[in-house]
């Protein structure tokens, strides 16, 4: 039985990493931070074959000492401060867990062993924030980074650094740049979730109206679980490698709200929409669209749920849980 170790496992992608992994006759082992990190109960209800460590990106000792015990076939490293918005109000802490929280992985699996003679796996989680102030559209492996936040720049040093290793030390190190990616298990706090969990709360008459930011840039949105098999792709190859990981279809934040609401049966979003510059940022990414054929060519990898497919399965979602819980409390 493979062995494989997650960081970031109370996050969206780890929790469908984890199940995919388990899937595949994977001993899956997750790291949790903090002490008694409320998630980890949920997380383990949901897997309970899941086995979880204490661990934080932000400590060195510990991460080796979680690679000691677990001697896993494969790492993925998912932990990070993930909201680009929170990234501008808590920047040091973001370059801390987001930047040199990659290398101080890498650094344990080097420790501990991932040289030639125990090839460890690697996989890194690179962000299509890197690409920024995009240089070219579609962006590709190739395509220069210009970040736009604490957060991209911080992605950008993770990568470079997974790349670093890899050509320095020899370790099976990839790094997928994965564009957007949502679910029902998205956090509130991101733009797709929050629209949908609202949207289902107007429609039960328990909110009057969204707050949104910026409603223009857009974004190549697919659906996390189809993302999680790529990562584990790109560790079953021979050679490590980076790869973009991205549906190839661009959409504004106004399409969004357009889909969810016709979905949820009204014909006109604007009278329940509100800007509040509160949610606006410093400096934006405007536009973003993955060109993910070496993916598909070399993986096999290819998107399997659509985008009005992914917002009416994150609607449907908050719909039956808010109804469920709006249930619980008025019983
Ligand atoms: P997420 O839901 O925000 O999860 C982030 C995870 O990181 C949580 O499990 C969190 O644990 C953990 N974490 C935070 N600080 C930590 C620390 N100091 N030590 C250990 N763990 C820590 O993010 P996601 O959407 O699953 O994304 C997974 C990874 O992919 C992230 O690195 C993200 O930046 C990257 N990424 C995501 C997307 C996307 O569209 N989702 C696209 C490209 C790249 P707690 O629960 O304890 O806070
Ligand atoms: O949903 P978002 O917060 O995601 P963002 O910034 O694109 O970052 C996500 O994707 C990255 C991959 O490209 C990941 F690396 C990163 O970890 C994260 O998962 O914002 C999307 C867009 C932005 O342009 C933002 O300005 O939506 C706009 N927006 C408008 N109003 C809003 C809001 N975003 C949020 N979160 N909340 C708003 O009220």
Do not use: C
């Not at 040093?157 to 190190?173: K, P, S």
């Not at 979730?193 to 109206?209: E, F, M």
């Not at 021979?238 to 709200?257: K, M, N, Q, S």
């Amino acid at each position: 039985m493979k062995r494989a170790l997650i960081t970031g496992i109370t996050g969206q992608d780890g929790r469908y990493l984890a199940e995919f992994l388990s899937g595949q006759d994977y001993q899956v082992f997750g790291v949790v931070r903090g002490q008694n990190n409320p998630k980890a109960q949920m997380i383990q209800e949901e897997n309970p074959a899941l086995e979880l460590v204490e661990g934080d990106l932000t400590d060195l000792s510990s991460l080796i000492a979680v690679i000691e015990q677990v001697q896993p076939d494969e790492v993925y490293n998912l932990g990070a401060i993930s909201f680009v918005q929170l990234s501008f109000r808590q920047p040091e802490l973001t370059a801390d867990i987001t930047g040199l929280g990659v290398l101080r992985m890498l650094e344990a699996v080097r420790i501990v062993g991932g040289s030639e003679n125990n090839p460890m796996r690697f996989y890194q989680a690179s962000s299509s924030e890197m690409f920024g102030k995009v240089r070219e559209t579609p962006q590709n492996e190739r395509t220069a980074f210009h970040p736009r936040s604490p957060y991209g720049v911080a992605k950008v040093f993770g990568h470079n650094v997974t790349v670093n290793y890899r050509e320095a030390y020899g370790l099976h190190a990839s790094s997928g740049i994965l564009f957007n990616h949502e679910s029902p298990r998205r956090g509130l706090e991101f733009v797709t979730r929050k629209i949908t969990n609202s949207l289902a709360r107007i429609k039960l008459g328990l909110q009057d109206s969204i707050s949104l930011g910026n409603l223009e840039s857009a974004r190549d949105w697919g659906f996390a679980g189809d993302y999680v098999e790529a990562m584990w792709k790109m560790l079953q190859q021979d050679t490590p490698d980076d790869y973009v990981v991205a549906t190839g279809e661009t959409h504004t934040i106004r399409d969004f709200l357009d889909v969810a609401f016709r979905i949820a049966g009204y014909d006109d979003w604007e009278p329940f929409v509100s800007h509040d510059t509160r949610f606006e940022r410093p400096t934006e990414v405007d536009l973003l669209m993955g060109d993910a054929s070496k993916a598909s060519k070399e993986l096999g990898w290819t998107p399997k749920v659509g985008f009005e497919e992914l917002v009416e399965r994150m609607y449907e979602h908050d719909l039956a849980w808010e109804r469920t819980k709006a249930g619980n409390s008025s019983a």
